[in-house]
């Protein structure tokens, strides 16, 4: 009885894998592609920064032709290669792992879709748009993109390492 409520609790179904990395991918890409659609109708149109929280968070429309910190100019094509190897990964890390946590799920999900808005506008512009600037510490600008594998990532990794059944497995 504990073993199966174990599995049940910490080793989601292919289909729930589905549903729910797929679902938190889809939302980070829609929310992503919607706020740069909205960003460059505004605040790339203007040149303004609009604060949010003053002294806090602003809005401010970047153009970056790096990578994260706006390393790696140049490379926007390699960039969206890699992020499309990462997805790929991930789906079939999911769809094949005997055994992960819900928590890995969804950052995995969360990472897939950031890597993903990015990689879009690396092919679609030569560029991913940021816009999130924080002014009260000096921070490159972001975007929801971004946001999205920055979480998935931590909560992949606290998944994985604390929760998921196969690390359990290896340290016993």
Do not use: H
């Amino acid at each position: 009885m504990t073993e199966n409520l174990a599995k049940t609790t910490f080793s989601p179904s292919r289909v729930w894998r589905g549903v729910i990395g797929g679902g938190a991918g889809l939302l980070v890409l829609t929310l992503d592609v919607l706020t740069k659609f909205i960003v460059k109708g505004t605040l790339a149109v203007t040149g303004q920064s609009v604060p949010v929280l003053p002294g806090v968070l602003s809005f401010r429309y970047v153009e970056n032709v790096g990578a994260a910190f706006s390393m790696g100019e140049g490379f926007g094509t390699l960039f969206a290669l890699l992020a499309c190897a990462v997805t790929i990964g991930i789906a079939v890390y999911l769809r094949k792992a005997p055994e992960v946590s819900k928590l890995e799920v969804l950052g995995l999900g969360l990472m897939a879709g950031g890597a993903i808005g990015n990689a879009i506008d690396r092919v679609a512009l030569g560029f991913v748009v940021d816009f999130i600037a924080t002014d009260f510490i000096d921070f490159p600008v972001f975007n929801v993109a971004d946001i999205g594998i920055t979480v998935g990532v931590a909560l992949a990794f606290i998944g994985f390492m604390f929760l998921s059944p196969a690390a359990k497995k290896g340290s016993e």
